[in-house]
């Protein structure tokens, strides 16, 4: 199957990531939002966003206005019908996925492959959902995903090896990297690297150096782009608690599990860059 028309559910940072990259690689793509006020902003976000990258000289006005041209916005669900694929890319709720993906199976056409870009939640609940399981995958995008090079393709025990081929070849004509996995929670990237983000709060908390030399350590050191805190305070330390949860209720092991510092300044509401305070403090 050619994919030629791509649904996007949801154009907050991620959502509006993946319809910009879909676009500037030539798909037509539609996006719902949950009502007029969001899609309005989801098309104010994507076109300011195409505009500056045309005024630093990232791309070309002939660029910029064919990807544009290419957008659209809805807030019906069932404008979903023509999609060839559709990624979801909604909050982290197992339930409200759940119930996405089987309206989509009953909107969208018999071809149409439905994926998520959870990072957290179960791919093969949402399978189950729908009366086509084997057309349903994860793809998993990195923040920011014009920048980020990498996607997760997540194989479900359900899902059938022509969705994968198909999704894997789109994957790479958005010029992205894809990687495979089963669906197994927090996939490859986030079964790594979120235990040590949770091990360098225990090292601080613990007192064994400050957050500045840790970061720097972890630079220098390992030759990481940024240290750990800066890292969580650009991810966001409630995202990051939540993966945590999820991955510790999965697996029950302890070095999953939200050290307390984590948990009490999320209840303080320091959630990184996005509050202006996080392990860090931005500008506002």
């Known amino acids: 199957m050619t994919i030629k028309n791509v649904g996007v559910i949801g154009c907050g940072l991620m959502g509006s990531g993946i319809v910009q990259v879909a676009a500037q690689a030539g798909f037509e793509v539609l996006f719902v939002e949950a009502n007029d006020d969001l899609v309005k902003r989801g098309l104010g976000r994507l076109r300011e966003t195409l505009e500056g990258l045309a005024s630093r000289g990232k791309i070309e006005a002939k660029a910029k206005d064919a990807a544009l041209a290419l957008i659209a916005?809805?807030?019906?669900?069932d404008d979903m019908s023509g999609c060839d694929l559709v990624v979801e890319a909604m909050t982290e709720n197992q339930a409200l996925k759940n119930e996405t993906f089987a309206r989509l199976h009953k909107i969208c056409a018999p071809h149409a492959i439905l994926a998520s870009n959870t990072s957290s939640c179960n791919v093969t609940a949402m399978a189950a959902a729908t009366g086509r399981p084997a057309q349903v995958l994860g793809l998993h995008f990195f923040n920011p995903v014009p920048l980020m090079k990498l996607v997760e393709v997540v194989r479900t025990i359900l899902t059938d090896d022509s969705a994968v081929k198909t999704a894997t070849e789109w994957v790479?004509?958005?010029?992205?990297?894809?990687?495979?996995?089963?669906?197994?929670t927090a996939f490859i990237v986030n079964r790594l690297l979120v235990p040590y983000l949770l091990d360098a709060i225990r090292v601080y908390e613990s007192g064994l150096s400050s957050l500045e030399d840790i970061d720097a350590a972890m630079r220098l050191g390992c030759g990481y782009p940024m240290g750990p805190f800066t890292l969580l305070d650009l991810v966001g330390l409630d995202t990051t608690m939540y993966v945590a949860e999820v991955m510790f209720e999965e697996f029950?092991?302890?070095?999953?599990a939200?050290?307390?510092?984590?948990?009490?300044?999320?209840?303080?509401?320091?959630?990184?860059?996005?509050?202006g305070k996080g392990f860090y403090t931005y500008p506002r």
Do not use: C, F, H, I
């Open 73 to 77: 916005g809805t807030t019906r669900l």
């Open 172 to 184: 790479q004509a958005l010029g992205k990297t894809p990687v495979q996995t089963k669906d197994s």
């Open 252 to 256: 029950r092991e302890a070095r999953y």
């Open 258 to 275: 939200p050290p307390p510092l984590l948990k009490r300044m999320v209840m303080a509401g320091q959630l990184g860059r996005k509050t």
